[in-house]
């Protein structure tokens, strides 16, 4: 019977792997939570620099780099995908919303425009 195969160890000893990874995503959520609630920015640099720092570590890694070194160059990629979407966001698109934005600044030029007023 499949039941009686069923080893409840295994289950216990499995258990901190799967609270470490409930962890790292409960932290990715919060990211995604933050960013999009809060701050009111769809910014999904979250689950990209995840990806993108373990990315790094692994070819890092497999280069023969020490892993604690390859940990902070996968730390410092990260950080540097989401300071590339800070000043995307902050420089160039001034909001999250861009399309909205966009259409209400067009809709501003060419009210002031019509009534012949300075921007």
Do not use: C, K
């Amino acid at each position: 019977m499949y039941l009686a195969a069923l080893d409840p160890m295994s289950l216990v000893r499995a258990l901190p792997g799967n609270v470490a990874q409930g962890i790292i995503w409960g932290i990715m959520a919060l990211g995604v939570y933050i960013t999009f609630r809060i701050l009111d920015f769809a910014d999904l640099t979250v689950d990209g620099s995840l990806a993108t720092g373990g990315a790094v570590a692994v070819m890092l890694i497999r280069g023969g780099m020490n892993p604690a070194l390859a940990l902070l160059f996968a730390f410092l990629a990260g950080m540097a995908a989401g300071f590339v979407t800070g000043i995307l966001h902050n420089v160039f698109l001034n909001s999250g919303h861009f399309g909205r934005n966009f259409a209400a600044d067009r809709s501003l030029f060419v009210e002031s425009w019509i009534h012949g007023e300075d921007q």
